[in-house]
C-alpha cells in the first residue's frame, strides 16, 4: 500500500476499484482497490487500524486464514459495492476489509468468553447501525480526506462473520470426523 502511494496517482486510478473499468474486464480492480488510498492520511489511518486488529487479534487465526478473510473480504466487499451501489463509480481504501478482519477477529475471540471481546463486537456493530442511518462517524471524512462510502464497512462486516461462520462448520465437520461422532 506504502509503495502505491509512493508511486502516486497514476498508480492509484490505474489500481482503484472502478466501476466502468470493472465492467470492461479489469477484475484485478476488486481487489487493489483495497490497496489504494486518498492519501498519506487515508493510508495511515487504514495501517494504525490494521496494526491495532493484529495486536488485538493476530495470534487468533492461522496466517493462511488471515489471507482467505482478506481475499474473501476484498472480493466480498467489491462484489457487493458493483451489485448493491451501482452509482459508486469509485472507490480506494482498506476500511471494508479492516471490517472483516476486525468482526473475524472477534469471532474468532469468543472462544476465550473474554467481556472485553465482546464489547469490542457489539461496539463495532452499532458503529455499522450509526453509518447506515447517520452517515459516517464525525471527522473520519476529514481525516481520510475524501467521501467515506459506509456500505463498504458493512459488507466488509458481513463478509467478515460469512467466513467465520463457515471456518466454524468446517472445524465442527473435522472435529467429528477425528472422534469418530
Given amino acids: 500500500m506504502t509503495v502505491i502511494a509512493l508511486i502516486g496517482s497514476e498508480a492509484t486510478e490505474w489500481l482503484r ?5 470493472l465492467q470492461t474486464g479489469e477484475l484485478w480492480r476488486g481487489i487493489t482497490g483495497h490497496l489504494t488510498h486518498l492519501g498519506w492520511s487515508h493510508l495511515a489511518m487504514n495501517l494504525a487500524g490494521l496494526a491495532l486488529i493484529w495486536a488485538i487479534f493476530g495470534n487468533h487465526i492461522s496466517a493462511r486464514r488471515w489471507l482467505v478473510i482478506l481475499f474473501v473480504g ?13 452509482q459508486l463509480r469509485w472507490y480506494v481504501g482498506l476500511s471494508g476489509i479492516l471490517h472483516t478482519l476486525f468482526i473475524a477477529g472477534c469471532v474468532a475471540d469468543l472462544k476465550y468468553h473474554r467481556w472485553d471481546n465482546r ?4 461496539l463495532v456493530l452499532v458503529k455499522l447501525l450509526y453509518e447506515q442511518i447517520w452517515g459516517p462517524m464525525p471527522g473520519s471524512e476529514s481525516t481520510a480526506g ?10 466488509g462486516a458481513v463478509f467478515g462473520f460469512l467466513t467465520m461462520g463457515f471456518y466454524a462448520l468446517i472445524d465442527r465437520r473435522k472435529q467429528k470426523l477425528s472422534t469418530g461422532r
Fill in 17 to 21: 476499484y472502478d466501476r466502468n473499468a
Fill in 74 to 86: 476484498a472480493v466480498g466487499t467489491s462484489a457487493l459495492l458493483y451489485l448493491l451501489n451501482p
Fill in 119 to 122: 464489547i469490542l463486537l457489539v
Fill in 146 to 155: 475524501g467521501k467515506v462510502i459506509v456500505d463498504a464497512h458493512l459488507y
